[in-house]
């Protein structure tokens, strides 16, 4: 789905002075202005498309969780946060209360990473900052 429409192209091209190189459009244009109302029609569709894929995606997980039957909240849990996932994210996608979530991340942190959990050597700092 094409969100850039040719309202918003026009909008855009149609603004002559942005402003200072960091300030925000809606510092520049009035609310009322027919180029700021495309471009907030713009952001409503792209936060309306986020919610979608974000739904999406779950219902994706869910399926794999489904297929790899995991069905215990604990290991569906720590299966998600080695996967990278948040506890907060976590939630979202299996029916756990976040402090359910968060003891079962802490727990799993402390079985398998002990009290190397946080230290990172110079080495892998140099490299993860030559990664960015």
């Known amino acids: 789905m094409d969100l850039i429409t040719p309202d918003l192209s026009e909008a855009l091209n149609a603004i002559d002075n942005w402003g200072a190189l960091r300030e925000k459009i809606d510092n520049v244009l009035p609310p ?13 569709q792209i936060a309306s498309a ?16 489904a297929k790899r039957k995991l069905t215990d909240k604990q290991y569906q849990t720590e299966f998600l946060y080695q ?17 359910t979530a968060d003891q079962i991340i802490l727990n799993y942190r402390n079985n398998h990473y002990g009290e190397n959990r946080k230290v990172l ?3 892998d700092a140099l490299a993860l900052m030559r990664a960015e």
């Open 83 to 99: 996967h990278g996932l948040s506890a907060g994210k976590i939630t979202k996608i299996i029916d756990i209360p976040k402090s």
């Open 121 to 123: 050597k110079i080495t």
């Open 32 to 44: 009322n202005d027919w180029r700021m109302k495309e471009i907030i029609k713009f952001r409503k």
């Open 50 to 65: 986020e919610k979608l894929r974000e739904q999406h995606d779950i219902k994706a997980i869910r399926q794999e969780l």
